[in-house]
């Protein structure tokens, strides 16, 4: 079996991308606050992957298509866990704190003043 230094050197790579996004896919799993991502950056880097598969999946079968799976799969479970967990208030994971006030002011009263 012959195999050439760009297919090892596709393979180490896809090696690399996969396991530097691991720690982050860890820690949004376990945490469930995506509050530091961008929602616009996960939706372009979805629509981008799902074009790209255009091409991709038109190559010969190789490290590629597995570095490009991973993507996929990796940039859909964040655009799911994002609105699941940031962009839903109604999936909002329990344990956190609602951002929005808890009592709204009183009408005629001045700024500042809440009404129970």
């Not at 509050?35 to 590629?64: D, E």
């Not at 990796?74 to 956190?96: G, I, K, N």
């Amino acid at each position: 079996m012959d195999i050439s230094l760009a297919v090892i050197a596709g393979a180490t790579s896809t090696i690399i991308f996969a396991a530097s996004a691991l720690p982050m896919l860890i820690k949004a799993y376990r945490t469930k606050d995506l509050a530091s991502y961008s929602r616009g950056n996960i939706v372009m880097a979805n629509t981008g992957n799902v074009v790209h598969s255009v091409y991709v999946y038109s190559l010969p079968p190789g490290p590629i298509w597995l570095l490009h799976t991973f993507y996929l799969v990796t940039t859909a479970m964040m655009l799911v866990w994002y609105l699941r967990y940031e962009w839903c208030p109604s999936f909002m994971h329990r344990s956190r704190a609602p951002d929005y006030p808890t009592r709204i002011p009183h009408p005629g009263h001045e700024l500042g003043h809440w009404s129970p």
